[in-house]
């Protein structure tokens, strides 16, 4: 089946450095996607969306950039700090479904 | 204001026993999902619940899954006959769709371990 997936289970980033964490989709149909944030215990939070209608959004500090030809979804975030040292999560859903698809997660670590 | 909660936070049991998780959704949110999230893993959609619409059930794993949604609030999810496979973290999530956003907002989950 359909499936979305990320390029790298662990990416380790100086802090200050920006960072950019990637995820490939399988949907051609996708329409919608979500970044989220995940810390350790905690449940997923919302970073960013972006609609397939859209190739760029920008957030505080983060920016999502979305390549439709080749199915690629990127987050970038700028000025990395301790705190954003996390699993970042992509989903994604099509059209009028409701579901949204995960995938298996980046381990984001910021080093001093 | 008040987020998404869930309770218990930790729940141990014997496998074989059933179990109930349960789910507050904020208030007001038409929406509400259940994930299963196992370690290191991402998350694995199991029921979603849509205003008075019958739930969609497509990724409950076996009959031993169930979920029931009362008043449009809160939900329940139920275990039976519990597995040491069923041992993940339960995360369930509301949202309120509009013409901006999709957001779903998590509570914290419930970490289930079967014994």
């Known amino acids: 089946g359909e499936s979305v997936g990320l390029h790298l289970p662990t990416l380790s980033v100086q802090e200050g450095d920006n960072s950019i964490i990637n995820c490939a989709y399988s949907?051609?149909?996708?329409?919608?996607f979500i970044w989220y944030k995940q810390e350790s215990g905690k449940g997923p939070q919302f970073i960013i969306d972006i609609r397939s209608n859209m190739d760029k959004r920008q957030g505080q500090r983060v920016t999502v950039l979305l390549n439709k030809t080749v199915k690629h979804l990127s987050l970038q975030i700028a000025a990395t700090q301790p705190g954003d040292s996390a699993v970042y999560f992509c989903a994604e859903n099509e059209g009028s479904a409701r579901q949204l698809t995960f995938g298996s997660g980046t381990q984001l670590t910021v080093l001093p | 204001g008040a987020g998404v909660s869930q309770s218990p936070s930790n729940k141990v049991t014997e496998k074989g026993k059933d179990v109930e998780l349960r789910c507050d959704p904020i208030s007001g949110h038409t929406a509400l999902y259940w994930y299963r999230q196992s370690l290191g893993q991402g998350l694995e959609f199991l029921i979603y619940?849509?205003?008075?619409?019958?739930?969609?059930k497509s990724g409950l794993p076996s009959d031993r899954f169930s979920a029931e949604r009362t008043g449009g609030s809160v939900s329940t999810l139920t275990i039976q006959r519990t597995q040491q496979e069923d041992s993940a973290v339960y995360l369930c999530?509301?949202?309120?769709?509009?013409?901006?956003?999709?957001?779903?907002?998590f509570g914290p989950g419930t970490r289930l371990t079967v014994l």
């Open positions: 999530a509301s949202i309120l769709y509009s013409s901006v956003s999709n957001e779903q907002f």
């Open positions: 949907n051609s149909a996708s329409d919608y």
């Open positions: 619940f849509q205003g008075n619409s019958a739930p969609d």
